[in-house]
């Protein structure tokens, strides 16, 4: 969710201008009834929730809906990004509806082919059919990134368990007594990191016995560290833009922020325009 949410905060505070098509004097128009639509939103959300909503939904189940709004002049005026999942059918043609029922509700509605705009990210097996997201692809590695996370909680928790077990030995094994009088002694003296590598004396053997590993013996952290550098490349998002600065420095952090925009965000704006003003 990390990685979606901050691409579709990139992509959802860009800067919206035209160009005029037969004579590009540099000029940027700032001012026009289409950039009115983008910025519009709904009376839900505003415009910058409703791209940033729509680029989540591209990014998690590779295809948004977006519900138009007409104006005065029957044009299109805003614009509410529809959960993918609320989609039943889909319409590919004039004539035919969008079949929508939302969850948890009895609510179900039928919206002509001209009052939504469907943006997808075509599945190469069956680009007509409906989108498929990166996120789609990633499913195993996220489901196991998330399973780390758990081992992680649940290694701290010790699962009920502790980490070593003191006992006698079997020539002088510990009565319930001096197993409470040890136990008092070793906490007092060890208990705390600011006691931590104390030597500890007996005057008795001692067995000590360790249970279980470090999270370096079964190399747990380096696994999760390569299942999220997996996952970021997917999106294309270097490290650095999420703060992990291993191996980095100014320059390459710059470089990221520099790649993340030609690479990442840019191609969603083409292909976000370019969705839209076909209809």
């Known amino acids: 969710h990390m990685v979606v949410d901050r691409v579709a905060s990139k992509f959802a505070g860009q800067d919206w201008h ?21 910025r519009s939103g709904s009376e839900f959300f505003d415009g910058y929730q409703s791209r940033k909503l729509l680029s989540m939904h591209l990014d998690l189940a590779g295809e948004t809906f977006l519900l138009l709004g007409k104006g005065p002049d029957g044009r299109p005026a805003s614009y ?24 948890r509700t009895n609510f179900n509605a039928q919206i002509p082919w001209r009052e939504m705009i469907w943006l997808k990210r075509p599945r190469p097996s069956d680009p007509l059919g409906r989108g498929f997201s990166a996120t789609q692809a990633l499913l195993t590695e996220i489901s196991l990134h998330d399973e780390l996370a758990k081992f992680f909680y649940s290694f ?29 002694r070793w906490l007092q003296q060890h208990g705390g990191s600011d006691k931590a590598g104390k030597p500890m004396f007996s005057n008795a053997p001692l067995l000590v016995t360790e249970i279980g590993g470090t ?19 997917v999106y294309g998002v270097q490290p650095s833009v999420f703060g992990i600065i291993e191996n980095a420095n100014r320059a390459t952090a710059e470089a990221a922020d520099f790649t993340m925009a030609r690479d990442v965000i840019e191609p969603r704006l083409i292909g976000h325009g370019a969705g839209l003003y076909p209809r």
Do not use: C
């Not at 980490?163 to 009088?181: K, Q, W, Y």
């Open 18 to 38: 035209l160009k005029r098509r037969m004579q590009d004097d540099g000029e940027k128009i700032l001012e026009h009834p289409a950039l009115s639509f983008l």
């Open 80 to 103: 509410l990004p529809i959960p993918p999942h609320w989609v039943i059918q889909p319409a590919y043609r004039d004539g035919e509806t969008f079949d929508i029922m939302i969850p």
């Open 156 to 184: 701290v928790k010790n699962h009920a368990r502790p980490d070593i077990i003191i006992t006698g030995s079997a020539e002088d094994p510990l009565n319930v007594d001096d197993a409470r009088a040890l136990e008092a």
């Open 215 to 233: 999270m370096t013996d079964n190399q747990t952290a380096e696994m999760r560290k390569m299942s999220r550098d997996f996952i970021l490349q």
